[in-house]
């Protein structure tokens, strides 16, 4: 049995600041894992999304109500 593995790693909050490390972390655990996902607070400026959808990073829209609201 094929099980799907999936991660939600970070909450991006900072509305125009891409974390370089971030992407590293993304990419090494896309070797792992099936799907990776980021949380990221509505407030994250839509070119920052951009740059996720070029990569090909997965990221879920949260309200940006701190960590509980992430989870």
């Known amino acids: 049995?094929?099980?799907?593995?999936?991660?939600?790693?970070?909450?991006?909050?900072?509305?125009?600041?891409?974390?370089?490390?971030?992407?590293?972390?993304?990419?090494?655990?896309?070797?792992?894992?099936?799907?990776?996902?980021?949380?990221v607070s509505t407030v994250t400026d839509t070119p920052l999304l951009g740059i996720f959808k070029e990569m090909h990073i997965k990221y879920l829209l949260i309200p940006p109500h701190g960590a509980a609201g992430a989870r």
């Open 1 to 39: 049995m094929n099980v799907l593995k999936k991660i939600l790693i970070s909450t991006v909050h900072h509305p125009n600041v891409l974390n370089d490390e971030l992407i590293i972390i993304v990419n090494e655990l896309k070797k792992i894992f099936d799907d990776v996902y980021v949380s």
